[in-house]
């Protein structure tokens, strides 16, 4: 195999997952054929099988390469008892790749991507918490969950609102509504 075999291969995908992209802005993955793809990226059909099976399988390579790992966020300040590193390395992998988070996690983006990045980051804030609380792990798992889908979805109005306030107002925002102040203050009883 000569070296250019392997960049020739890697710029064929890409243009291929680019039609795809294209498509998947506009319509629903049900609606988008291999027609369509093929059409649009101007390779045949063969091609496109060479590189994957079916519409479904292009939409699962992009969110592979867009989910974080936890080995490439950094670690959580746990030294800090309210550290606003966690929203800060949600709002930067978020930023890195708003284009396609904005898509994939809105109401006609993919269910099962948001369920990915929940995972991974509950993953890491569990770490990061852990010592912190004692709680059985299933009142964890639920404090998890509310931390981070608070997180995600306030990071993702806050790009939606095209960053509409800055980032050092946002984060001790996203800090005290974490803390339960911002309750306390409205005088919302919460008691059942």
């Known amino acids: 195999m000569n070296k250019k075999q392997p960049d ?7 243009t291929i997952k680019d039609a795809f992209w294209e498509l998947y802005k506009e319509k629903k993955i049900e609606k988008i054929t291999v027609k369509d793809i093929t059409l649009k990226a101007g390779y045949n059909r063969s ?10 399988d292009i939409l699962e390579q992009i ?16 030294s800090r008892e309210h550290s606003p590193d966690f929203f800060e390395n ?53 404090a998890l969950e509310f931390l981070v889908g608070a997180t995600l979805s306030t990071v993702k109005h806050w790009f939606d609102q095209d960053k509409n306030i800055p980032m050092h107002q946002l984060l001790p925002l996203m800090v005290k509504l974490m803390d339960n102040r911002f309750v306390q203050e409205l005088d919302i009883d919460m008691a059942m």
């Open 8 to 14: 020739i291969t890697n710029v064929t995908k890409k």
């Open 47 to 56: 091609t496109f099988y060479a590189y994957f099976t079916d519409v479904y």
């Open 63 to 78: 969110e592979e390469d867009l989910m974080p790992g936890i080995e490439h966020i950094p670690p959580i300040d746990t």
């Open 90 to 142: 949600i709002i930067t992998i978020y930023e890195k790749n708003s284009a396609y988070y904005s898509v994939l996690l809105s109401e006609n983006g993919d269910p099962r991507f948001a369920i990915k990045m929940k995972n991974v980051f509950k993953s890491m804030m569990k770490d990061a918490i852990t010592n912190r609380v004692s709680i059985s792990p299933e009142e964890m798992d639920y």
